[in-house]
């Protein structure tokens, strides 16, 4: 493992080398992306990208947490958060498995 961040400017890049727009369309390109996916989150939908996972949003409810320092129990505000789960095609690329899709 390389601990290795890929960022933005990484994505805008491999676009740049792999599909032949200008960087400057290429990071137009990824920046579109990201908003569309976030837009779509932040509204509340479900985004699902084929052979890679989906980005859920879910509401978790108020409920009573406590300081692990102090021992007081404190309320936990209802809030949204977004879980993703990978699909069955990345978690077997993952573990150095083959792609199901390709064994055809």
Known sequence: MTGRTVTRADLCEAVYQKVGLSRTESAELVERVIKEVCDCLAQGETVKLSSFG???????????????KTGIEVPIE?????VFK?????????NG???PAEED
């Open 86 to 94: 990978p699909s069955n095609v990345l978690k077997a690329r993952i």
């Open 78 to 82: 209802p809030r949204r958060v977004m």
């Open 97 to 99: 498995a083959a792609d």
């Open 54 to 68: 989906s980005f859920v949003v879910r509401d978790k409810g108020q409920r009573i947490g406590r300081n692990p």
